[in-house]
Nanobody
Framework: QVQLVESGGGLVQPGGSLRLSCAASGSILSMKDMGWYRQAPGKQRELVAT???????NYADSVKGRFTISRGVAKNTVFLQMDSLKPEDTAVYYC???????????????WGQGTQVTVSS
């Protein structure tokens, strides 16, 4: 069974930085896609950034130029470097991933438990 575990959230002042990490455990053949989503109180979950196995990235307009998504050396890790944080970035951040489990093309798609990011002075 595959599990995703996020870390790195916390409280930071406006203009500060945080780095989120997401690591998958379990029997994984290779990564298909990984990404970060966030959900603020009273709002729907929204895409923040994604990265494909080929390295292509996609960002929400609201975070372009401030956030950077990257894959780890290990096939099952992804990071989100968040700079120039704003109060409106406050949300629970969720890791999302899809992995190939075997050579037959079987995939697994799931979410982490979330990590709180609070931007406040």
């Amino acid at each position: 069974q595959v599990q995703l575990v996020e870390s790195g959230g916390g409280l930071v002042q406006p203009g500060g930085s945080l780095r989120l990490s997401c690591a998958a455990s379990g029997s994984i053949l290779s990564m298909k896609d990984m990404g970060w989503y966030r959900q603020a109180p009273g709002k729907q979950r929204e895409l923040v950034a994604t990265v494909t196995s080929g390295g292509s990235t996609n960002y929400a307009d609201s975070v372009k130029g401030r956030f950077t998504i990257s894959r780890g050396v290990a096939k099952n890790t992804v990071f989100l470097q968040m700079d120039s944080l704003k109060p409106e970035d406050t949300a629970v951040y969720y890791c999302n991933a899809e992995f190939y489990l075997n050579q037959d093309g079987t995939t697994w798609h799931g979410w982490g438990q979330g990590t709180q990011v609070t931007v406040s002075s």
